[in-house]
């Protein structure tokens, strides 16, 4: 089946560490996204990468870095810059043209850093 | 630069009542708008979209929405619910504004639908 998988599911990590979320997709998307949701704020965008070795900052790129080293994958490094990680994070993938617009999401990484 | 303003954050419900969910949007230029449901702990899941022609959009699980441009407007709706449809909503706005093929979405804060038996 295709879709994208987000491990592992649920993430503990101690204040100062750095932390790498997983994000594949086997949709052949061109396109992968990294949101990080809190509740009542909806989704905010933190990467986006529209092809292979190529990524842009979103809206909240603060103490977060990515890499986009093959088409299937989109890690997320949480790094001990970012002053609030604990959160929920969505992983996303889109093909070009129209469809861009619509994403499909993963099941998402709940980090807690205490 | 665009919004997306969810109007109500949690909408209590009884089984089998209709429901409507407001979601209103401000942008300068022509947008594309989308509704997606989450449901606890998962990642969320496109219920409808509006690209362009009909107004009206009809999506899955039998919700449609209609795209009003006079009142920037994109209501969910469904006129009978189940108790499975309890989850959060978002409402998504995106331009194309310069013809990029970057499908940048601006999501609202989200609104909790809780379906009571």
Same mark, same amino acid.
């Given at each position: 089946?295709?879709?994208?998988?987000? @491990?592992?599911?649920?993430?503990?990590?101690?204040?100062?560490?750095?932390?790498?979320?997983?994000?594949?997709?086997?949709?052949?998307?061109?396109?992968?996204?990294?949101?990080?949701?809190?509740?009542?704020?909806?989704?905010?965008?933190?990467?986006?990468?529209?092809?292979?070795?190529?990524?842009?900052?979103?809206?909240?790129?603060?103490?977060?870095?990515? @890499?986009?080293?093959?088409?299937?994958?989109?890690?997320?490094?949480?790094?001990?810059?970012?002053?609030?990680?604990?959160?929920?994070?969505?992983?996303?993938?889109?093909?070009?043209?129209?469809?861009?617009?619509?994403?499909?999401?993963?099941?998402?990484?709940?980090?807690?850093?205490? | 630069?665009?919004?997306?303003?969810?109007?109500?954050?949690?909408?209590?419900?009884?089984?089998?009542?209709?429901?409507?969910?407001?979601?209103?949007?401000?942008?300068?230029?022509?947008?594309?708008?989308?509704?997606?449901?989450?449901?606890?702990?998962?990642?969320?899941?496109?219920?409808?979209?509006?690209?362009?022609?009909?107004?009206?959009?009809?999506?899955?699980?039998?919700?449609?929405?209609?795209?009003?441009?006079?009142?920037?407007?994109?209501?969910?709706?469904?006129?009978?619910?189940?108790?499975?449809?309890?989850?959060?909503?978002?409402?998504?706005?995106?331009?194309?504004?310069?013809?990029?093929?970057?499908?940048?979405?601006?999501?609202?804060?989200?609104?909790?639908?809780?379906?009571?038996?």
């Amino acid at each position: 089946d295709g879709g994208i998988t987000q @491990s592992p599911k649920y993430l503990f990590r101690k204040e100062g560490q750095n932390v790498t979320l997983s994000c594949e997709q086997n949709l052949n998307h061109d396109a992968m996204y990294w949101y990080r949701q809190d509740p009542g704020q909806g989704l905010r965008l933190i990467y986006y990468s529209q092809i292979v070795n190529d990524f842009q900052k979103g809206d909240i790129a603060e103490g977060y870095s990515v @890499s986009r080293e093959k088409k299937e994958s989109f890690p997320l490094t949480v790094t001990s810059a970012q002053k609030n990680p604990t959160a929920f994070y969505l992983c996303a993938s889109s093909s070009p043209g129209l469809a861009v617009y619509e994403q499909y999401f993963g099941p998402g990484t709940r980090l807690t850093v205490t | 630069a665009q919004s997306v303003t969810q109007l109500d954050s949690q909408v209590p419900v009884f089984e089998e009542a209709p429901v409507e969910l407001r979601c209103n949007y401000s942008s300068s230029v022509s947008v594309y708008l989308f509704w997606y449901v989450q449901y606890p702990n998962q990642g969320l899941q496109l219920l409808l979209k509006y690209l362009s022609g009909s107004t009206l959009v009809k999506g899955i699980n039998g919700f449609e929405a209609e795209f009003n441009k006079s009142q920037t407007s994109f209501h969910l709706r469904k006129p009978s619910v189940h108790i499975s449809d309890t989850a959060e909503y978002f409402c998504a706005v995106s331009s194309n504004a310069g013809g990029t093929s970057y499908g940048k979405l601006t999501f609202g804060q989200g609104t909790i639908l809780t379906v009571h038996p």
